[in-house]
């Protein structure tokens, strides 16, 4: 186990690529592994937070309040299959608030220390871009996931993300790298997804998880009731692929502390 809390952002600057079913579904896995597990909603839209049943509308603080430091973490904390740091709409306007502040790139990254002895892992589900909101979670981070959609243009912004961080572990967090890149949306019956999946592997090789996640109507299905497709559908395909990724991010995440600790 994690000696404190492994923090993951999941991020790609290109919007619907499974970042937000990554988030919840890979922390209710870990969860069932025996892992405490808290999720970090940093999406203005609030789908992680809203796709585990929660009322974004009668939220009385969030994400936003954190940030700007009129709120502890703790009290933002909801409880539903894993613990859920919430955000309203309110958070689109937290990079504005945050660009004049001093130690702008570290709000979150302060949010994180004052809860991290109480978790093994906490994920972080970003928005789709390179602004402040994802900046903060890459200095919050030790490692970062990508969910990757099958298709070329998702590979041309998974280039980008790794040009985005070069600064980042120059300037802020030496610390951070990819943790891993994690093909989603996968159809291997077309030519363009096997294609694809064949050029991720040659460029990034032992980065690309084993685990591919593919389509289901139970990823739309899941988050109107409020729930992990884990538990929607337990026995399900989208049900096994996570679990497969939670025992990978496990080996990689927790092998490492073990090499380190030997």
Not at 68 to 91: C, F, Q, S, Y
Request: charged fraction near 25%; include cysteine; hydrophobic fraction near 40%.
């Amino acid at each position: 186990m994690p000696r404190s809390a492994v923090t993951i952002a999941l991020a790609n600057q290109k919007g619907g690529v499974a970042k937000t079913t990554s988030t919840v579904n890979l922390g209710v896995a870990l969860k069932a592994r025996g892992r405490r597990v808290l999720a970090v909603d940093l999406d203005p839209q609030s789908n992680l937070s809203m796709s585990q049943g929660i009322d974004i509308e009668s939220l009385r603080v969030g994400m936003y309040d954190v940030l700007l430091g009129n709120a502890p973490m703790k009290e933002i904390i909801h409880t539903r299959e894993i613990d859920i740091a919430v955000a309203g709409i309110e958070l689109a306007g937290a990079e504005l608030a945050l660009s004049s502040t001093i130690g702008r790139e570290r709000a979150l990254e302060r949010a994180i220390d004052t809860v991290k002895s109480n978790y093994d892992y906490i994920l972080i589900d970003t928005p789709p871009s390179l602004g402040l909101l994802t900046i903060n979670s890459m200095v919050a981070a030790q490692g970062v996931i990508v969910p990757v959609q099958c298709e070329y243009l998702s590979l041309r912004g998974l280039a980008q993300r790794r040009e985005t961080l070069a600064p980042i572990r120059e300037h802020l967090n030496p610390g951070v790298d990819i943790l891993g890149i994690l093909p989603t949306m996968y159809d291997g019956r077309t030519v363009h997804g096997r294609d694809a999946l064949a050029v991720m592997r040659e460029n990034f090789g032992p980065l690309l998880f084993r685990t591919r996640v593919g389509k289901t109507i139970r990823f739309a299905e899941a988050p109107v009731e409020g729930m992990s497709v884990i538990k929607f559908d337990p026995s399900g395909q989208g049900s096994r692929w996570y679990k497969r990724l939670a025992n990978e991010v496990i080996d990689r995440v927790e092998g490492e502390t073990k090499k380190a600790a030997a």
